[in-house]
């Protein structure tokens, strides 16, 4: 049994973990590997629940992922139970797993050196790793280690690997994945993220490109072009926190408002041949120290007036419990409470914005990705990203035409 949390990172190197103990006829079957995530208190909270209902099963769990790394290692027992001594009672029964199995000095062992079919029926393609940004809310750094990237042949093959076996639909992913090929995230001018991008249109023949958290400050003039190209599917999610210059700052973003305003201003004007309707999903923090009421307005506002349709957005969460981050001693913390509140207040906006863009596409014929069946129910994404149960007799993997 496996469980992930938050990123699609994690589910990247699951599938690697799960192909080597299928490799090496390790039958994992009755215990639980978790991935771990430690973007917020209550990822962690979440997480550590998880470990305890399973131990207290008498499970054997593999714990993986940020909850134990530092810089891109595995930590020792002594420093893993350090930071959380509750679990120390239940050694025997825990294995920490690196981020990879197998990895041959420092050179990633690509997936496909693993022979196994995919858990998802998309295929997450970790194209960069790791991140030098530093800002100040994020503990995800002090744990991916420096930014680094896999090879452009290596994401080729990985990508036609999986259409030669009849995949249909891609994700790429990373911790902070424009900034691909640059030498630091901070030089966002290096990256070569939109090279990339034309390669994969060049060298594969696969049907559908999703990209997912985007770094504003790494979009050159190429990718507004290319994403006119069909292929990449016309759903981007932004990684954006906020809508104030002032915040940004504080938070130690590599942008500024005005970027924002002008990326997000040419991906809502794209002309594209499918004339679909454009999604923008963001990952907004509320309640950030310093975040004055006229501050939160901006991000209020920048989530109306660029039609944010899938809003991520979390309280700032201080990280009191185990590791902390930078932004925990900044001056003017916000009331937990006050914290919620504003999150709650932006969620509405959020609701209605997408609720609007959902009355948008009725009636609009769109081809979804059948992607699991629960309960007799099939779902599927569309290409802008709408989730839709289906009746009838559809395998994974079909590409269906519904009208919304
Ligand atoms: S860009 Fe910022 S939030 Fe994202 S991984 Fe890097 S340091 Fe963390």
Request: with cysteine; charged share 30%; aromatic share 12%.
């Amino acid at each position: 049994m496996y469980k992930v949390f938050w990123c699609k990172v994690n589910k990247y190197y699951l599938n690697k973990w799960l192909a080597y103990f299928e490799q090496n006829n390790q039958d994992v079957s009755k215990d639980l590997i978790i991935a771990t995530c430690v973007v917020t208190d209550r990822a962690k909270n979440k997480r550590l629940k998880e470990v305890r209902q399973a131990l207290e099963k008498n499970q054997k769990v593999y714990i993986t992922w940020c909850g134990v790394f530092e810089k891109w290692e595995k930590m020792s027992d002594e420093q893993f139970y350090s930071i959380y001594p509750e679990l120390s009672e239940f050694k025997n029964e825990i294995e920490l797993l690196g981020e990879e199995p197998g990895r041959i000095d420092t050179r990633e062992v690509a997936t496909h050196e693993f022979k196994k079919t995919n858990l998802y029926t998309k295929k997450f393609v970790m194209i960069q790793n790791g991140c030098d940004t530093h800002c100040t809310f994020c503990l995800t750094i002090l744990k991916r280690g420096k930014n680094r990237s896999r090879t452009l042949e290596d994401i080729i093959m990985e990508i036609n690997e999986f259409v030669a076996g009849g995949g249909k639909e891609i994700v790429l992913t990373g911790i902070n994945l424009a900034a691909w090929w640059s030498e630091s995230t901070r030089k966002p001018e290096q990256s070569k993220f939109s090279d990339l991008l034309e390669s994969i249109i060049k060298y594969t023949s696969v049907p559908r490109i999703r990209i997912s958290s985007l770094g504003p400050e790494f979009l050159d003039e190429k990718f507004f072009e290319l994403m006119k190209n069909q292929r990449f599917l016309p759903h981007f999610h932004f990684s954006i926190q906020s809508f104030s210059d002032k915040v940004l700052k504080l938070m130690n973003r590599n942008y500024d408002a005005a970027l924002l305003d002008s990326v997000l201003t040419r991906i809502r004007n794209l002309e594209r041949p499918d004339k679909e309707l454009i999604s923008i999903g963001a990952d907004i923090i509320t309640g950030f120290p310093g975040e004055t009421a006229e501050e939160f307005e901006k991000t209020v506002e920048g989530v109306r007036k660029y039609v944010i349709t899938k809003l991520h957005a979390f309280p700032f969460s201080a990280h009191e419990k185990w590791e902390s981050v930078p932004a925990a001693k900044l001056p003017e913390q916000i009331p937990f409470s006050d914290r919620k509140k504003r999150n709650a207040e932006l969620m509405l906006v959020g609701d209605h914005v997408r609720n609007e863009f959902l009355l948008k596409n009725k009636w609009k014929k769109h081809i979804v990705l059948v992607e699991w069946k629960q309960r007799g129910k099939i779902h599927a994404w569309t290409e802008n990203y709408i989730q839709v149960e289906l009746d009838g007799e559809y395998k994974k993997g079909d590409l269906v035409e519904v009208m919304l």
